[in-house]
C-alpha cells in the first residue's frame, strides 16, 4: 500500500502479509503535540481502529471515541529493526530548519536559519541542512549560496523515505533545529543528542486545514510546553529526561505483537465488507493508494 512515509508497508511487512493487503486502520503520522494527532480526520476516519504510537495517544483517544485504539510503537522502529540500523558518525552537525507544507506554511526562511547557525559555538561545526521536501525544491539552492550542504529524505509518499533518511541522519554526532519535530524520537533513538535551538516558528494555516487553528504555535500545546523545555538549548549528551521522554513517545517499550498486529489488519479487513461504512473505508483506503501511486 503506498503512504505516507511509508508507514502502511512497515507495518504489513512486520505483520507478515502481502504489501498488496489494503491498510484500513488509522494510525500515527508523527510526533504530535496535541492530545490528539490530527484530531478532527482522526475522530472522523472512517476506520473502526487506530494505531497509536504511544500510551499518551492512546489514552486521550480511548476517552474521546468508540474506536479500538492499540499501541504498536513509532513504525520507524520496525523498520530500523528489521534493517539493523547502527549511528556511524562521520560528521559534526545536521540542522532541520522548520518547515511548511502544502497546507501550512510559516515565518521562519532560509536567512533567519543562516543567523541562527551563525550565533553556534564552533565545536558544532560544520552544520549541514536537511530540508522538508517541499521546501528543499524552493530553498535548495539558497542553502548552498550560503555555504552548506544540503540534503533531503526524498517524498513523503515513497517507500525510500526512510532508508534516505537513516543513510542522512546515522553519519551526525549532533542534530538541531528551530522547532520540535519527529527527527527528535529518531536522534535520540539512534543515540544521536538534540538540541532546540533559535526564535520558534509561528504557522499560518492559508488552506483552512481542519485539523489546526488558523495561527499557532507548537508552544500553544500545552504538551509542546513541556518538550520545548526539555530539549531546549545546546545538549552534547542525551540526558535522562530526553531518553525517557523519547522511549515513551516512541512506545519503545510497547511494541506490539507481529501476530496481534496481523490479526487487527485483517479483521478490520474482513469487517469492512459487513457495513457500508466499512466498504467506504475500504473503498477510500484503495482510491488513496492509487493517488499516491500515480499522482504523488
Known sequence: MNSGYG???????????SRKTPFIPNYDHGWSFEDVPSKNSTLKHLSNTHLAWNSRVCNNLRSKTSKKIFITGAPFLLWKKANFIKKDTKKKSLFFPSHSTSKISQDIGPIEIHKIIGKLDPFLKPIDICLHWQDYVKEKNIYERLGYNVFTAGGIFSDKFLPNFYNILQNYEFTLSNKLGTYILYSIDLGIPFSLVGREPNYFNHSRDKNKSLNYKISDYKYGKKVIGIFNGIHTKINLEQKKIVEEECGSKNIINSDKLKKIILEELSDSFKSSKGFAALSKQLI?????????
Open 288 to 296: 488513496k493508494s492509487y493517488y499516491i501511486q500515480f499522482f504523488k
Open 7 to 17: 508507514f502502511e508497508n512497515i507495518y504489513l511487512d512486520y505483520a507478515g502479509l
